[in-house]
């Protein structure tokens, strides 16, 4: 029997990957999700994109990425709110719809004005452990340490917010990933917590890829940081080789629970992708930004 589109992309991509985890990783891809596409005011103002590339000189030398600036229309030079999304052509995708979700909660008052870069993972790079491949995502998403956020603060950022008035308060600045993305955003905050003060994941990878799946006993374990978290997962996320997603989400938040993070921790029905954190992507943004 010929392969299936879904199985061939998933091999091209991860050449190693063993035959049991392509199946439950296309699987957990293509789950038919009780989710529809989130609400939006079509009366809201629409905030500007401006797409942009970037290439790096000094943390991940060479590489080069995209990204895109959501500049809300109610942004008048003041000193302003500041999201960051990982994988961010996602986030502006269907499944999502983010920026005309912000462009709704900013109109109603829901949410502070917000100023959002939504990046992507260098095109070049060693691909993942073990299921190879190529591009530098899983080694900036999934790696732990302070390297990704500081060339967010070091290189991207600077460049992307060159002429605005954004807060360097961390509890109006927040940070945003799916998968690999997810791990990075909660990865990224916990490293530089006077950085990121918020953090939305969607299907996090805290999981044995790179050592993810050591974030829960580290919150457990060292001092309670400012941080104020959500975290999603289903219950047809990834159970694979690196180890089963949902679990380990439920572990992070757990850890959470112990130390007496502000967290919320939504489980569905879906898989491995953005449609259910899409479709409460406005309620997952009014709890991360209630206080602000």
Request: proline content about 7%; charged content about 20%.
């Amino acid at each position: 029997m010929p392969e299936s589109p879904l199985h061939a992309m998933l091999r091209q991509h991860m050449p190693g990957i063993p035959e049991r985890d392509l199946d439950r990783f296309a699987g957990s891809l293509s789950v038919d999700e009780p989710y529809a596409a989130p609400p939006v005011d079509d009366a809201a103002p629409s905030g500007t994109l401006s797409m942009r590339l970037h290439r790096s000189s000094t943390v991940y030398p060479g590489v080069e990425r995209s990204y895109t600036v959501y500049v809300p229309q109610q942004y008048e030079g003041e000193e302003t709110a500041l999201m960051v999304f990982q994988d961010g052509a996602r986030y502006l995708g269907p499944e999502a719809n983010t920026a005309r979700v912000l462009d709704s909660l900013i109109a109603r008052g829901d949410i502070p004005p917000i100023v959002a870069v939504f990046g992507e993972a260098g095109e070049t790079g060693p691909g993942l452990p073990l299921y190879g491949g190529v591009g530098n995502r899983s080694l900036e998403y999934d790696s732990g340490g302070d390297t990704y956020v500081r060339f967010l603060l070091e290189e991207l950022l600077p460049e992307a917010l060159a002429g605005l008035r954004i807060s360097h308060d961390p509890a109006r600045r927040a940070i945003a990933g799916i998968s690999s993305g997810g791990h990075c955003a909660f990865n990224a905050a916990w490293e530089r917590p006077d950085a990121f003060g918020r953090v939305l994941s969607h299907c996090g990878s805290f999981v044995d890829i790179r050592g993810g799946h050591a974030c829960a006993a580290r919150v457990r374990r060292e001092p309670v940081k400012p941080l104020r978290v959500f975290l999603q997962s289903g219950a047809h996320d990834l159970d694979i080789l690196y180890g089963s997603w949902m679990l380990a989400n439920r572990d992070l938040a757990a850890a959470l629970a112990y130390r007496g993070y502000p967290h919320r921790l939504v489980l569905g029905e879906g898989g491995h992708s953005l449609r259910h954190g899409g479709a409460i992507l406005a309620d997952s943004l009014r709890w991360l930004w209630d206080d602000a």
